[in-house]
């Protein structure tokens, strides 16, 4: 192994600390909160859609490090996404080379960017934290279910999990500069759906917050993480050739956002084997680039057997897919389909009517409609009326309203009002007859 390149991901050995332009970004949440745990024991697993900031953070965390007099050479950090070293030999290398000492002779720190690219690193990274008490190790990732598959499998007991999402809504507008006072929300709708509607075409990546090229954004999606995902992240993972069937369903779902999901249709339509549709639509979950939400039948144990919807994980996706994307009609669904990622739905409702999302939290239930167009309450009222509850939401472009229905209570506001101060809205009472 050549020590320069080691050298090269920890320059802090030398100057002492990391280069500013690496820390260009401002702390998200997840910094203060990956802080408390950066003295426990337990390893520490960041799993993240790519470009959402995750080097960015574990540099910013190394950084803290260094300002809390931490020794730089006790700090190691490597990428998998750059080089493809052995664990095992980069660990002896550092030993050797760096420390000049036995590894557990100090407190040392270990980051590893893009681990699902080092083989059989649940193991190995097992193996390290066993032997070594005074290691903390934080780990990273592009990828989700089989990262924490594999991760919980070997390193159950051994691990603190998080996802870095990308900025919200909330954060967007911090980034910008800008406050919502709560006491007046509803007199600046005005000015904040323009910065919505910009929100939605960037999805939150922070490095095109300030962006305002179309072209320049939709290639900056297509290039920096649609293609690297297509073309290496699950290559490298599954072994998949078929680059042309995984591009074609993104862009489908890309474009048809909450598109149901039939697999038998889409193996006659795409003119592929069944079991192959079903092994990309999960390749395609599994790396961040779509969602897919279950159809609720009031038993979330059965829910699963139901067709599902898929909706793309990033609303800047369809922003580089969908020429008419500020189109009435597609801004219908691409806000049903922020929405959905917003709360994390996992179920949506469909019999003889539909509800976009349908919300368990322990006991309570809530239904929630978006609406950018005509505000009707039918569907809501329906299923509050069939599950006897007392409350449902409807999510609209512009309008704020609460009405009382039957004795049933619907709260009706914009997305992006929902969207900052969603928790108090979903927890402001019970929705549970």
Known sequence: MDIKKLYNFNEWWVTGRVKPSLLKTRKRPLFFELQKYMKDRQILLITGLRRVGKTTLIYQLIQDLLDKNVKSSNILYFSFDEESWDLDEIIEVYEEKVLKKKIDEENVYIFLDEIQKCKNWQNKIKILYDLHPNMKILISGSASVQINKKAKESLAGRMFDFVLEPLSFKEFLEWKGFKVDEKKIELSNSWILPLFQDYLRKGGFPEIIDEDDDEKIKRYIKNSIIEKIVYTDLPEEFGIKDYDLLKTIIEMVATQPGITINYDKMSRDLKRNKKTIIDYIFYLEYSFLIKLVSNFRGSFISSSR???????????????????????????KIAENFAVIDVD???YYKNKYEVDIVLKRGKEVLPIEVKYGRVEADSIINFLSEFKLKRGIILTKDVFERKRINNKEVLIMPLWTFSLLKEKWINSKSSHS
Do not use: D, H, R, V
Request: aromatic share 20%; proline share 3%.
């Open 345 to 347: 739905a996992k179920n």
């Open 306 to 332: 139901k067709l599902k919807k898929a909706y793309i994980a990033n609303t800047a996706i369809s922003f580089a897919f969908e020429p008419n994307f500020y189109s009435n009609s597609f801004l219908e």
